[in-house]
């Protein structure tokens, strides 16, 4: 199937409800009855991870904002090397590029679903976009942050631990004076720097950052579990507390894996503590990383250069550091008689069994303001196939309160946009590139296309687009057929 990823505006508006109230069902297919493997959460595939709807109509999976797939793999291309399969997440790729989504009026989301019909006969892509609104960083609520150091003897690598120490100089300097911050540092042992210092008292915390130092082993657990102590004592009801994590996450003493950690922090986790970790380094611990941050209740990043460093931790952390939605979840719903089978592309670490998506002891993603999350489908249609499509829903839990909301939005076969490349909107087209090429990167094989291909669809578009990050795509596919 030739389908993949995507995000961008879709049309129509869409609908939010209360506690556990479906979305409007004159807008949604009926939900047919679970297979005992549906029930389980199995929904049947093929080995291609194609689903057909016989047996599963229905997709669901956590919220997932994640970009760290993409920044490592993006460094590892740049220095001529391929990628590991393992360490490809064509979500986190997606996700890292620039959306146009409208923002909601309220702090729930906006649902965006559009799609487009693909080159092979009865074939095409549907996308769902999720959006949250974005504040200004001097209306955000005050921010407990406790910056956990990885100063062991692997952070020695030429650029590392520097990098970090100015991305966190730089980051004192945006924050507000309502805002608090503790630093911990660990290599085979964890030593707190500073407890948690109000803002007012910069250059206290400037001298402790200035005091990280690089040597010994790697004790991440040690660090982290020093971290989430340090923040709990200092817990704020009234602001967002966050632990970050810097690290290259090759932790070689203690616990090194990621389940034990987390069983480690568990408690203090579930006190509304969210965890963000930052990855650096040529040498990365990916999935310690990636794993942390999804099951700590946060997200994962990676840099690689000081201007990736000083986009994060000056221009984005200040303006997202706190939370518009707790456990968030996506359902996607076709209808049977218009697809005859699916492919969700990427989120392969964040499925959910159907009934979990009411289930709100069921853990989600967080999301933050201005976030966008987009998820896209590779669909088989039914020959002439007419009327709903699929039904996309969101819901969340509130921050404070815990309260869940839905949203939601469908759309129609003949709703679909009759050509992806010649018809289809700009970031449409971008996201499809994107995903083929995080797809091919990892399985040699991109839905019918090669890199050829792919370069010749990102040129075009880094050309009308005029958008950075597609133009540095173009090179991106061009190092990858260097290196292939």
Excluded at 12 to 28: F, I, K, L
Excluded at 75 to 88: D, K, M, N, S, V
Excluded at 169 to 189: H, M, N, R, T, W
Excluded at 266 to 275: C, D, H, S, W
């Amino acid at each position: 199937m030739l389908a993949l990823a995507g995000c961008g505006g879709g049309a129509g508006s869409s609908t939010q409800s209360s506690e556990r109230a479906p979305a409007r069902s004159d807008q949604q297919p009926v939900h047919p009855s679970a297979s005992p493997a549906q029930e389980k959460g199995e929904e049947s595939a093929d080995e291609n991870g194609e689903k057909d709807t016989t047996t599963a109509q229905i997709s669901t999976f956590a919220l997932d904002v994640d970009t760290a797939s993409y920044g490592y793999a993006r460094r590892t291309l740049q220095e001529g090397r391929w990628p590991a399969p393992g360490e490809i997440r064509p979500e986190e790729w997606v996700n890292a590029f620039r959306q146009d989504y409208a923002e909601p009026s309220d702090d729930g989301f906006t649902v965006h679903v559009d799609g487009a019909k693909l080159p092979a006969r009865d074939q095409a892509v549907l996308r769902v976009g999720l959006q949250t609104r974005a504040t200004e960083a001097a209306g955000r609520r005050p921010a407990n942050l406790t910056f956990v150091v990885d100063v062991s003897g692997s952070m020695a690598e030429a650029g590392r631990l520097d990098l970090v120490k100015s991305a966190l100089l730089k980051l004192l300097d945006q924050l507000a004076p309502g805002d608090q911050v503790s630093i911990v540092a660990f290599s085979e042992e964890a030593e707190v720097l500073a407890s948690m210092t109000p803002l007012t008292a910069r250059d206290e915390l400037r001298a402790a950052v200035e005091e990280l130092h690089d040597g010994g082993g790697t004790n991440l657990e040690s660090g982290l579990v020093t971290g989430y102590q340090e923040a709990s004592k200092a817990f704020r009801p009234a602001a967002t507390n966050r632990v970050i994590l810097l690290s290259d996450g090759l932790a070689n003493q203690g616990d090194v894996e990621w389940q034990a950690i987390l069983g480690q922090v568990k408690e203090y986790a579930g006190r509304q503590v969210t965890l963000l970790t930052v990855g650096v380094g040529r040498d990365y611990g990916d999935e310690l990383m990636e794993q942390l941050a999804d099951n700590g209740d946060g997200m994962a990043v990676y840099v690689s250069s000081q201007e990736e460093a000083d986009k994060i931790f000056a221009t984005q952390l200040p303006a997202t550091i706190e939370l518009r939605a707790r456990d968030a979840k996506a359902q996607v719903v076709f209808n049977p008689s218009v697809v005859e089978s699916y492919r969700l592309i990427g989120y392969d670490n964040r499925a959910l069994a159907t009934e979990e998506f009411r289930d709100d002891s069921v853990d989600g993603g967080e999301i933050g303001p201005g976030h966008s999350v987009t998820a896209l489908y590779a669909l088989r249609l039914k020959p002439g196939a007419k009327g709903q499509l699929a039904q996309a829903t969101v819901r969340w839990q509130d921050p404070d309160t815990r309260a869940a909301s839905e949203a939601g939005e469908s759309l129609r076969a003949d709703e679909l946009v009759t050509s992806v490349w010649e018809k289809a909107p700009l970031r449409l087209q971008v996201d499809m590139v994107v995903a083929a090429f995080a797809v091919y990167l990892r399985d040699r094989e991109a839905f019918g296309m090669d890199l050829p291909e792919l370069g010749e669809h990102a040129t075009r578009l880094a050309a009308a687009s005029e958008d950075p990050m597609v133009s540095e795509l173009v090179t991106l596919i061009d190092q990858a057929r260097a290196v292939g």
